[in-house]
């Protein structure tokens, strides 16, 4: 992360600009979609009242009827949102995973293995395509689940029953295995992308790579896992300090230095979670590709001829004038 700073502003950016052009196509569909609401002179009068009753009743009188329309946009932003990820996703990661290769490399810790006789990728990018369309399903899925959840909350619990605390209960029940099964099988897509470039395995030979590499090297990955999960608290807790030091003040500090300032702490906090996610991929990729054994477990160092204290060889130790069973055959 400090070594080679490139990688990490190469993550930002690809990142960065995803969601740079996701907002703005975001706030743009939402400035469109308000455009079409019509909105009479009836309306506008019950708005300019400043009634909370009155005001409800005129934007439900607004939105009413627009339903449709507001569903059909929101699924054709999240399939342009979807497609759009893959592609960029898939690009930002060949990038720096080869980046990292080059770097560990540079260091002499890369064996870069290809293949080891399995089925090879034909190319890196369909594989990552693979790989980061199942992200977005599993992501799909997990959202559904999140819905289920509220559903089945709501569900058991009516809102004429007066046990808030009950719904809420039912509901942690329900979301957090969805968010567990959603949070193991999204870190197991995104190490298996490191097979895929380091590797060259197909979407499914990498993901059943990264199984492996968690049963072969549990103590490394998960090291790794908790040391960078350490320190994303950390900076989250420091970023959250700064932002609660202007937001005391919030009273005596002008409006657009306060939004300023908490935008800026956000930004920073992005920037280092995307540093350490750089971090850890990094550690993953030297787990792969340097697994802590030498080439050859068993081998012997060689010993140099030209050091004066080394131990003196097999060729050394001979004394060249004594006779050898062939020489005292022939003197006979």
């Known amino acids: 992360m400090l070594q080679r700073p490139s990688v990490g502003l190469a993550e930002i950016a690809w990142r960065w600009s995803f969601g740079a052009a996701c907002g703005t196509l975001l706030l743009v569909s939402c400035i469109e979609y308000l455009e079409t609401l019509p909105v009479d002179a009836a309306d506008w009068l019950l708005l300019r009242t400043r009634q909370p009753v009155l005001i409800a009743h005129a934007?439900?009188?607004?939105?009413s009827g627009s339903a449709v329309r507001a569903?059909?946009?929101?699924?054709?932003?999240?399939?342009?949102?979807?497609?759009?990820?893959?592609?960029?996703?898939?690009?930002?990661?060949?990038?720096?995973?080869?980046?990292?290769?080059?770097?560990?490399?540079?260091?002499?810790?890369?064996?870069?293995i290809q293949g080891d006789g399995e089925e090879l990728s034909p190319s890196p990018?369909?594989?990552?395509?693979?790989?980061?369309?199942?992200?977005?399903?599993?992501?799909?899925?997990?959202?559904?689940?999140?819905?289920?959840?509220?559903?089945?909350?709501?569900?058991?619990?009516?809102?004429?029953?007066?046990?808030?605390a009950a719904a809420f209960l039912l509901f942690l029940w329900v979301l957090t295995p969805v968010w567990l099964a959603w949070s193991v099988t999204n870190w197991f897509l995104s190490v298996a992308a490191v097979f895929v470039v380091v590797k060259a395995r197909d979407t499914f030979a990498a993901i059943a790579a990264a199984v492996d590499l968690v049963r072969h090297r549990p103590a490394s990955v998960f090291a790794t896992g908790i040391w960078f999960a350490l320190a994303h608290i950390a900076a989250f807790v420091a970023a959250a300090s700064l932002v609660a030091f202007p937001l005391g003040l919030a009273e005596f500090l002008p409006r657009g230095a306060l939004?300023?300032?908490?935008?800026?702490?956000?930004?920073?906090?992005?920037?280092?979670?995307?540093?350490?996610?750089?971090?850890?991929?990094?550690?993953?990729?030297?787990?792969?590709?340097?697994?802590?054994?030498?080439?050859?477990?068993?081998?012997?160092?060689?010993?140099?001829?030209?050091?004066?204290?080394?131990?003196?060889?097999?060729?050394?130790?001979?004394?060249?004038?004594?006779?050898?069973?062939?020489?005292?055959?022939?003197?006979?």
Do not use: K
């Open 59 to 63: 934007l439900a009188h607004i939105f």
């Open 71 to 112: 569903i059909e946009a929101l699924v054709v932003l999240a399939v342009t949102f979807a497609v759009t990820w893959i592609g960029l996703a898939s690009l930002g990661r060949a990038a720096t995973i080869q980046s990292l290769l080059i770097y560990l490399s540079e260091r002499g810790t890369s064996r870069s």
């Open 125 to 164: 990018l369909t594989s990552l395509w693979g790989l980061n369309f199942l992200r977005v399903a599993v992501t799909l899925a997990a959202g559904v689940g999140c819905l289920a959840a509220v559903l089945v909350a709501g569900g058991a619990f009516p809102a004429h029953n007066s046990t808030p």
């Open 259 to 332: 939004v300023g300032g908490v935008a800026l702490v956000a930004l920073l906090y992005f920037a280092a979670a995307d540093f350490l996610y750089i971090g850890r991929l990094a550690a993953y990729v030297g787990i792969v590709e340097w697994p802590g054994t030498p080439r050859f477990a068993g081998a012997v160092p060689p010993i140099s001829l030209s050091s004066p204290d080394s131990a003196p060889t097999t060729a050394s130790a001979v004394d060249p004038d004594e006779l050898i069973l062939s020489d005292a055959q022939d003197e006979n």
